[in-house]
């Protein structure tokens, strides 16, 4: 499914809204990763940043910006 969503939104120049919990898909679809926590952005990557981050990455810019460990072990495992 997101295969194809990548290709129509491409093919027709589409802005989207992706919502996961899945740290992978985040990383590996769209142009931009904004991570929010208790109703506020915490993390907001876009171009060469967010081509490179590791879910390793993301979960310590996570932890650093929220003050907080991340804790849903679906979405680190996914």
Request: glycine share 8%; proline share 0%.
């Amino acid at each position: 499914m997101l295969e194809i969503t990548e290709r129509i939104v491409g093919e027709n120049n589409l802005t989207t809204l992706m919502i996961t919990h899945n740290m992978k898909d985040a990383i590996a679809h769209g142009n931009r990763l904004i991570m929010m926590h208790e109703g506020k952005v915490i993390v907001d990557v876009s171009g060469e940043e967010k081509k490179s981050l590791t879910v390793e990455d993301l979960l310590e810019m996570f932890t650093k910006a929220s003050g907080g460990e991340f804790t849903n072990d679906r979405a680190i495992l996914s």
